[in-house]
Nanobody
Framework: QVQLVESGGGLVQAGDSLRLSCAAS????????MGWFRQSPGKEREFVAA????????FYADSVKGRFAISRDNAKNTVYLQMNSLKPEDTAVYYC????????????????WGQGTQVTVSS
């Protein structure tokens, strides 16, 4: 059973940057597709970014494309979400997710979740 722990959230101003981290423990996640989701108050959890990182392509939600970037460091068993040019509408709890396959497609559903980290962007 893998455990995912997010960190790096906080309160920032519009236009600022943040980097979220997702540290995995329990087993190596280097062979799994990984992703990020977010949930704002009163809204359903929504997809942010995901990919297999092994040449299979990385997918982003239209709302974050060009501003956010997902990456991973297999040696640290950690996935990152670099968030630039943050907007107030990016305010949400951000969740790390792991998929049960080495490849990724938008139809897949994660099988492991972190506990989330709060990101608040003030205007």
């Amino acid at each position: 059973q893998v455990q995912l722990v997010e960190s790096g959230g906080g309160l920032v101003q519009a236009g600022d940057s943040l980097r979220l981290s997702c540290a995995a423990s329990g087993r190596s996640m280097s062979g799994n597709a990984m992703g990020w989701f977010r949930q704002s108050p009163g809204k359903e959890r929504e997809f942010v970014a995901a990919g297999s990182f092994g040449g299979g392509g990385i997918f982003y939600a239209d709302s974050v494309k060009g501003r956010f970037a997902i990456s991973r460091d297999n040696a640290k068993n950690t996935v990152y979400l670099q968030m630039n040019s943050l907007k107030p509408e990016d305010t949400a709890v951000y969740y790390c997710a792991a998929y049960g396959a080495s490849w990724y497609s938008p139809s897949m559903v994660p099988n492991s979740w972190g506990q989330g980290t709060q990101v608040t962007v003030s205007s």
